[in-house]
């Protein structure tokens, strides 16, 4: 139980374009969802915390213009990368807190994006 | 303000050597909670333990063991005849209570098993 998946996995996009990823919860209904960034070498950083029916929460630092979350249902959050540059290439990893409560986030594959 | 601290970037041993990865944190809450994770290369994390502010009980599962010390801040994790299969960066984590449960990642420690 307590499957997160993400999609895509892995994506190449131009600069200027936008990119969307999706964070699925599969067996469960998660209420947050967390957005974090990896770069290369470097620990997971949190980027936004989604709720669902609600604005997301950014961290300092974090442009909520550029990096758009939409948590539409219990189960879906995603993130769009807009206007995309390289420096916004980097692992996104997803996580999700189960709408019955307890502590877990249960994370997803990550998502490995790459801007050209 | 939290934080957490894993002091060694990158540790290399031969196969069958025990390892421990330390782990320090700092909170200012009395109700928070440890957690470690293994990121291999594919890059999916893989949860491996929680630990409770209140239990101070070591932990062992396995090849893996966990040292909580409260006295130190210290969260330390041990791998017994390690293998190849345990190359992987390791986090170390902490969420605070009252911070509504938010996760603070160390930096990571990378380690390597050579055969």
């Known amino acids: 139980g307590a499957v997160v998946s993400q999609h895509p996995s892995r994506v190449i996009c131009k600069s200027g374009t936008s990119v969307k990823i999706e964070c699925r919860s599969l067996?469960?209904?998660?209420?947050?969802m967390f957005w974090y960034r990896q770069f290369p070498k470097q620990s997971l950083m949190l980027m936004a915390t989604?709720?669902?029916?609600?604005?997301?929460?950014?961290e300092q630092g974090v442009e909520k213009d550029k990096f758009l979350i939409n948590h539409a249902s219990l189960t879906l959050s995603t993130l769009t990368v807009t206007s995309a540059h390289p420096e916004d290439s980097s692992f996104y990893i997803c996580?999700?807190?189960?709408?019955?409560?307890?502590?877990?986030?249960?994370f997803g594959p990550g998502t490995r994006l790459t801007v050209t | 303000a939290q934080k957490v601290t894993q002091a060694q970037t990158e540790i290399s041993v031969v196969e069958k050597e025990d390892v421990t990865l330390d782990c320090v944190y700092e909170t200012r809450d009395t109700t928070y909670y440890l957690f470690w994770y293994k990121q291999p290369p594919s890059g999916e994390l893989v949860f491996l333990i929680r630990?409770?502010?209140?239990?101070?009980q070591n932990e062992i599962s396995g090849r893996y063991s966990w040292n909580f010390q409260k006295s130190t801040s210290s969260f330390n994790f041990t791998i017994t005849a390690s293998q190849v299969v345990d190359s992987a960066v390791y986090f170390c984590a902490l969420s605070e209570w009252h911070a509504g449960n938010m996760l603070t990642f160390g930096g990571g420690t990378r380690l390597m098993v050579k055969p």
């Open positions: 067996d469960f209904q998660a209420t947050t």
């Open positions: 989604s709720n669902e029916g609600s604005k997301a929460t950014y």
């Open positions: 630990r409770n502010s209140f239990d101070e």
């Open positions: 996580s999700a807190r189960d709408r019955q409560g307890g502590l877990e986030q249960y």
